[in-house]
């Protein structure tokens, strides 16, 4: 019991000496912290950070460090949440891919109506919610197989300079460069 009678010990008393410590946080504020999540589920962390700076004068805590602590101390999962001028950019953004796309440009000119819009195999433009936003502007959707070589011809055109680069070490007073630049140049189309 002697320790807790000398005032550094004491969490009301205690001084911050270095901004953002996690060493500051006790129990106290621990229980100040659930209290506020209990009283304002959808608290945000911001809110939070200055209410526990006001409530105990002593401590100046900053957002990063109070996320750390409520995160990894008081296993709290905590969910971004959007500002409103984060969700207005956010729209706009979207809004202005919208007139950008290139559904929006084909819209123009409605001879393109049911034709093909050739697509890869990215996960982002796989989504059938893709598919059925392309259907339903009157296009129709063509998947490129997984690997198609033969639509990229620099695919089909490296591994042929691979083959006919010199596989010996370097001489000193040759470049690789200049190997490459031979085997460039003994590239023929029908190798291709």
């Not at 042929?160 to 010199?166: C, G, I, Q, R, T």
């Amino acid at each position: 019991m002697e320790s807790l009678e000398k005032d550094e010990d004491l969490p009301h008393r205690k001084k911050v000496s270095s901004v953002g410590s996690l060493s500051k946080l006790y129990n106290e504020y621990k229980e100040f912290l659930n209290g506020m999540v209990h009283e304002k589920p959808g608290i945000v962390l911001e809110e939070m950070t200055e209410q526990l700076n006001t409530q105990f004068m002593d401590l100046e805590i900053e957002k990063s460090a109070l996320h750390e602590f409520l995160t990894d101390k008081c296993h709290f999962f905590l969910r971004r949440r959007n500002s409103p001028a984060k969700i207005e950019y956010r729209y706009n953004w979207v809004k202005q891919g919208q007139e950008t796309d290139m559904c929006y440009a084909m819209d123009k000119h409605k001879e393109f109506k049911g034709h093909y819009l050739i697509i890869d195999n990215a996960l982002s433009t796989k989504s059938k919610d893709i598919q059925l936003y392309i259907e339903g502007r009157g296009y129709r959707c063509a998947y490129l197989r997984l690997y198609s070589l033969e639509l990229n011809p620099i695919e089909e055109f490296w591994p042929v300079v691979k083959s006919k680069l010199k596989r010996v070490a370097l001489l000193d007073e040759e470049a690789l460069s200049n190997r490459i630049y031979d085997a460039l140049r003994k590239v023929i189309i029908i190798d291709l």
